[in-house]
């Protein structure tokens, strides 16, 4: 069918842009190939292979977007659709696009800050903008939230809690 | 024990320290000591989990007898559990949770960070995935054994009784027996005896932060890797498995 590797563009075009479409079913303005979830597509016999990478080992959304890019590719007639789950490299924040990060700003969640580097995950927290009023007068509540890839914080600046994607 | 059969019980081994832990942390939901400390250890628990399903999951193809997760959560009896007898002592006051974190997530760290490099490629490769989980465990438990040391004379000398009571169970962490010797001269994996010196120059540090005394030098707990349990591991056990013991195929 469509593999990355053969030069039918447009029908592979056609498959990261149904890819594009499913939200991630947490956060549902950022789309799963926006956080960098999708990390291949490819020929097999008689359908296509989704190579996805798993975020947290424990993400209990794993399998829900599984289910989702099956469903989603069989409705549109895809055939046999096979998902391959990726460990390596391992996931990272860094993944996400730019134009993930401005839809997560968007929608409240300040978008992970610096890279997913050791001494970054190590070193001092750095000052966060609110998605709201964009002030740096923001501090950490917690450095968990309602997922485990979320911090709480808030802004002293307008007063509002939001939350943080964290940089892993 | 062939190759396939040491490494699968090596992974059993990580697994069953994965899933006892966030069992352990699991028990504090609806009883944390505010909010945020009840989102954090949720949120331990369910890296500890993903993390054992993956061990879990790997062992089960390599050992091929058609068992998987469940089957090794649910339907083993406490001997056939390898996990370290520290990971099953109760989580007590929110310092003995913290002391006890602290103590394990350094080794485990140390030995994500061999792992990711070691032969075997799926190995690695959840390794490589879960310490970048256990960092933050790692940060978040380190800050709060800091201000719990460092804090008043009440929780330094609550915290520093933590300390006394869970350090018999760290030795442990560093035995170097048949498996570990597999998977260090065969898949190039970790050497606990390099890993013991990084653990004690990182507690030290950190102990030093807090203002706390490392314990002395004493007899230390064993028995855990050979499905030697404390008393408390009964009753984690049961909680645990009562559901699948009592409706036998049960799922969500």
Known sequence: ?168 | MDDKKRLTSYLLRLGDNALILGQRLVELVAKGPELEEELANANFALDYLGQARLFYSYAGELEGQGRGEDDFAFLREEGEFRNFLLVEQPNGHFGDTIVRQVLFDAWYLLLLEQLADCGDVRLAEIAARAQKEIRYHLRHCSQWLVRLGDGTEESRERVQASLERLWRYTGELFADDELDRFVRERLGGPDPGEIERCWQARVAAVLEEATLSMPPAQWMASGGRSGRHTEHFGYLVAEMQYMQRAYPGLSW
Do not use: Q
């Open chain 1, 1 to 168: 069918m469509i593999p990355d590797n053969k030069p039918d563009r447009a029908a592979r075009d056609r498959i990261w842009a149904w890819l594009a479409d499913i939200p991630d079913p947490e956060i549902p303005v950022i789309s799963i190939v926006d956080l960098g979830i999708v990390r291949g597509v490819s020929e097999t016999d008689g359908g296509v292979e989704i190579r996805l990478a798993p975020t947290y080992s424990g993400c209990p959304a794993t399998e829900v977007i599984e289910r989702t890019v099956v469903d989603t590719l069989r409705h549109k007639g895809l055939g046999d659709v096979t998902i391959r789950r990726v460990l390596s490299p391992p996931w990272s924040t860094d993944w996400i696009s730019a134009d993930g990060r401005e839809k997560l700003r968007k929608y409240g969640i300040a978008p992970p800050a610096g890279s997913a580097s050791k001494s970054e995950l190590l070193g001092p927290l750095r000052d966060i903008a609110c998605p709201r009023c964009d002030s740096r007068s923001t501090r950490l509540v917690s450095e968990f939230g309602s997922t485990p890839c979320k911090a709480s914080y808030k802004c002293d600046d307008c007063l509002e809690p939001f939350e943080y994607f964290k940089c892993i």
